[in-house]
């Protein structure tokens, strides 16, 4: 068995500040580190701006570094993914699928096979192994950086994956992590950090949709169905957005009104809004399906727990149920259908969104930390 100091570790390096520093911090620790560029679908031209830094920080470190061509795979998995959802109805979440089947997919597949231990990526959360139930689990943590904490879009990793995982930044803040960049003189110590969805960069997202799937005009309606506007095609919305939707307020009487997208028929094509925060924009339950435990175990119900529906949203007190009976003593399996019931009713519950679900607070004293426990989560409906 390999000893830790020569272990090897491939590294996912976007580019940015996070996975350079990343890539330092092992090397620090004594691993064989192995820089990895994975070339994507894109439409922004920063690919090739994003590789070269990569690369230049791996002179830096004076590591090995290669570029992996996924183009073709993430365009498939991810990008049509997207365009599909959005023509269904749902507002996926494209960096949750980019993790599952990229980065902790195709990637680590790779990287086992060219001679892996471990992979690692610049991800702010935490990894620790359990092994007080006569095997070793895996258990994933929220960040010390609570405001770049993203386990939320990591709810799908399976305990397979996780044994072959890494996460250096976990214990360390932004600020930290920028620190250590500059005084190390990493070429990417200043770089901001890149914002929008991963594939299409700043450029709209709508624009970018209604070039795949064209315009489709119909009717915005309110709650009480009075006409108030024309919209660009029902599936370009997503529940509770406020701008773009194209009410002028013009109409007699509809001056200085805000609306929000409060439920969409893609059937009509009709977009119903609803004006400022109204009733019609919460909800109390949520179906949710394609359900994955972190612990690769179910949990039986109800389970008491920490939830939210989109990122960085505040985590809110719920309950898990089994959907079909709402029996009480009954077991969640993986990929089943279940429901939240939260304490609070929800603003803007979205299909195509991930819940995700931690440990509420009193069960952390038993863990004994203070850190979130990330349960799992699955895709709202």
């Not at 996912?12 to 990895?36: C, E, F, P, R, T």
């Not at 890149?194 to 709508?206: K, T, Y």
């Not at 109409?251 to 019609?280: F, H, R």
Request: glycine fraction near 8%.
């Amino acid at each position: 068995m390999k000893s830790q100091v020569t272990k090897n570790v491939f590294v996912a390096m976007s580019g940015g500040v996070d996975s350079s520093v990343a890539a330092l911090l092992l090397k620090q620790l004594g691993y064989n580190v192995i820089g990895v560029y994975m070339k994507g679908w894109s439409l922004t031209g920063c690919a090739e701006e994003d590789a070269t830094d990569a690369r230049r920080v791996a002179s830096v470190l004076d590591i090995p570094f290669y570029v992996f061509d996924f183009e073709s795979e993430f365009k498939k998995a991810v990008v049509d993914y997207m365009v599909s959802e959005y023509a269904a109805g749902r507002t996926p979440n494209p960096d949750v699928m980019c993790n599952r089947e990229i980065k902790f997919g195709l990637f680590l597949k790779k990287a086992l096979a060219l001679g892996a231990d471990y992979i690692a990526t610049g991800h702010y959360v935490k990894i620790k192994n359990d092994n007080s139930k006569f095997k070793i689990i895996y258990k994933l943590f929220s960040a010390k950086d609570v405001n770049k904490d993203q386990s939320y879009f990591l709810w799908t990793l399976t305990q397979e994956q996780l044994t072959h995982c890494l996460f250096p930044l976990g214990n360390y803040k932004k600020s930290q992590i920028r620190a250590i960049a500059s005084k190390c003189d990493l070429p990417t110590a200043e770089k901001p950090d890149s914002q929008g969805v991963c594939f299409v960069g700043e450029i709209d997202v709508a624009g970018f949709l209604k070039e795949k799937l064209g315009k489709k005009p119909g009717p915005i309606k309110t709650i009480d169905g009075k006409i108030i506007g024309t919209h660009d095609g029902a599936v370009f919305y997503t529940i509770g957005q406020r701008k773009g939707i194209g009410i002028k307020g013009s109409l007699p009487g509809e001056q200085g009104k805000i609306y929000y997208v409060a439920a969409k028929d893609i059937d009509t094509n009709t977009l119903w809004v609803s004006e400022g925060d109204n009733k019609n924009l919460f909800n109390k339950e949520l179906s949710v399906k394609n359900i994955n435990w972190i612990s690769g175990e179910a949990l039986g119900l109800p389970i008491k727990c920490l939830a939210r529906i989109r990122y960085r949203q505040p985590l809110q007190s719920a309950r898990i149920m089994n959907y079909e009976s709402r029996i009480k003593n009954k077991t969640v399996i993986h990929n089943s259908k279940f429901m939240i019931r939260f304490d609070v009713p929800q603003r803007a519950v979205t299909p195509g969104q991930s819940a995700v679900f931690y440990l509420p607070a009193e069960a952390l004293a038993k863990e004994g930390t203070n850190n979130l426990v990330m349960l799992g989560g699955g895709v709202i409906e």
